[in-house]
């Protein structure tokens, strides 16, 4: 299977409305875990991430839960706004073969805030 | 300070047509990354980089080639391009030698392969 399965695929929200966006990895000495959104036609940009050390981070509207027992972890944003709507990727360090890290990323969510 | 920069933007090739593309950084990280962006697929990553003068095959690396002959740069070759390597490439870099932290894009290139 996937090392980062991601869900769902299509997210749909009224403007002001919570989003909840879920991932799962395979690899239990994963230990960094970013989320990227993407605008139409732009690069992926970091807007929060978390370490295996913690289990939840926050920033204003937008924070991640991370459980590493169940190897999931989760993006929430609080009060959408249409300027929210992307793609959403998470992301999960997974161990190479040469004994790196090298993120692995999930095949992400298409967020639409409908005003 | 550019950050991440790719060349060229767009692309058009015709099958069997070889062709480089660039990406530079000016953040003196050492591990850098390309991927493919194709629709419902995610990033998909092709070939990665460590340090200078290293490479390593990631996902899908078939009909690609990489070399990371300077730090601040890192080639991404292909011999014979074929209409499924249609996509949109990015590089990407990072810093620490874990490869743990935060990736930096560069604004991708559009490559079409008819």
């Known amino acids: 299977g996937e090392n980062v399965e991601q869900h769902p695929s299509t997210l749909s929200v009224q403007e002001g409305d919570s989003a909840v966006i879920k991932c799962t990895y395979s690899?239990?000495?994963?230990?960094?875990f970013p989320w990227y959104k993407q605008e139409l036609g732009k690069r992926p940009q970091l807007i929060i991430d978390?370490?295996?050390?913690?289990g939840e981070k926050k920033d204003q509207r937008i924070a991640v839960t991370l459980n590493k027992t169940a190897k999931h972890f989760s993006l929430h944003i609080t009060e959408t706004q249409p300027e929210d709507s992307a793609v959403y990727f998470c992301?999960?360090?997974?161990?190479?073969?040469?004994?790196?890290?090298?993120?692995?990323f999930g095949r992400g969510t298409s967020l639409i805030v409908h005003p | 300070n550019a950050g991440v920069t790719q060349t060229p933007k767009f692309r058009v090739l015709k099958t069997g047509q070889s062709m480089t593309l660039l990406c530079a950084q000016d953040?003196?990280?050492?591990?850098m990354y390309w991927y493919r962006q194709d629709p419902g697929m995610g990033l998909r990553l092709i070939h990665y980089?460590?340090?200078?003068?290293?490479?390593a095959k990631g996902e899908v690396p078939d009909g690609y080639n990489v070399s990371r002959l300077k730090k601040q740069n890192f080639l991404l070759g292909l011999e014979s391009a074929a209409p499924s390597q249609t996509s949109v490439y990015f590089c990407?870099?990072?810093?620490?030698?874990?490869?743990?932290?935060?990736?930096?894009f560069g604004p991708g290139t559009r490559l079409t392969v008819t």
């Open positions: 980089s460590v340090g200078e003068g290293t490479t």
């Open positions: 953040m003196n990280h050492e591990y």
């Open positions: 990407a870099s990072s810093s620490t030698s874990r490869g743990a932290y935060e990736q930096y």
């Open positions: 992301a999960a360090s997974i161990r190479a073969s040469g004994g790196s890290y090298i993120p692995t």
């Open positions: 690899d239990s000495a994963s230990n960094y």
């Open positions: 978390i370490r295996s050390n913690v």
